[in-house]
Structure formats: structure tokens, C-alpha cells
């Protein structure tokens, strides 16, 4: 069983930025794929960026250059790094465990474990 937890969601104007944290239990944290993926209302959730083990990334084109994923195995942490935020990127953001030991997963039925998800609101 893997328990994530997310922090450092916010309200921020168009241009701000933020940090959001995931958290995981574990001592297994540095074998995982980890991602983010966000949901509107009235949306599906959709992915955000990905980390693999040995730290390469993905990201979704509507993100790329924006925002960067990271991660701190040493503390069982990920992060992502929102910049330049756009009233579009309001969402709940959510980190996820990749069921997967390879490759980038970016569809939310290919991930196991889930946070609870913080708010992002960006004003215009």
C-alpha cells in the first residue's frame, strides 16, 4: 500500500507560480514512475508530467516550458514547479503512482495510487 499526499496548492494571479508537493510512504519511493495529472470541473483528469526513476521527464504540450517535475527520493518527495500560470490551469492537481516499471504512462487508469489532490486556482 502507497499513500500520497499533496500540498502547496493555492490562489495566484496569471504569471504567478507555484510548488506543489507529493509526499509518499514507503521505502520503495525511488523504484516508482511517479506523475501529476490535474482535473477541472467538469473535466477529465488529465495528465500534467511524468518522472521516471532515473529522473527523465515527460510533459503534456500544454505545459511544456511552464512548468517542471522533479523529485527527492532521499525524502520520498516529488514536486512540480508551476510557472507562468494561466486562468486555464486552474484545477485539482494530483500525483500518482505509475502501476507500471517502465516507460511514461499518461493515462489515469495506468496509474495505482493517488493523493487526495490540491486546489490550484489562477485569477486573470
Known amino acids: 500500500q502507497v499513500q500520497l499526499v499533496e500540498s502547496g496548492g493555492g490562489l495566484v494571479q496569471a504569471g504567478g507560480s507555484l510548488r506543489l508537493s507529493c509526499t509518499a510512504s514507503?521505502?520503495?519511493?525511488?523504484?516508482?514512475?511517479m506523475g501529476w495529472f490535474r482535473q477541472a470541473p467538469g473535466k477529465e483528469r488529465e495528465f500534467v508530467a511524468a518522472?521516471?526513476?532515473?529522473?527523465?521527464?515527460w510533459y503534456a504540450d500544454s505545459v511544456k516550458g511552464r512548468f517542471r517535475i522533479s523529485r527527492d527520493n532521499a525524502n520520498n518527495t516529488m514536486y512540480l514547479q508551476l510557472n507562468s500560470l494561466r486562468p486555464e490551469d486552474t484545477a485539482v492537481y494530483y500525483c500518482?503512482?505509475?502501476?507500471?516499471?517502465?516507460?511514461?504512462?499518461?493515462?489515469?487508469?495506468?496509474?495505482?495510487?493517488w493523493g487526495q489532490g490540491t486546489q490550484v486556482i489562477v485569477s486573470s
Open positions: 500518482g503512482k505509475d502501476k507500471f516499471k517502465d516507460g511514461f504512462s499518461t493515462r489515469a487508469y495506468e496509474y495505482d495510487y
Open positions: 514507503g521505502r520503495t519511493f525511488s523504484s516508482y514512475i
Open positions: 518522472i521516471g526513476t532515473n529522473a527523465h521527464t
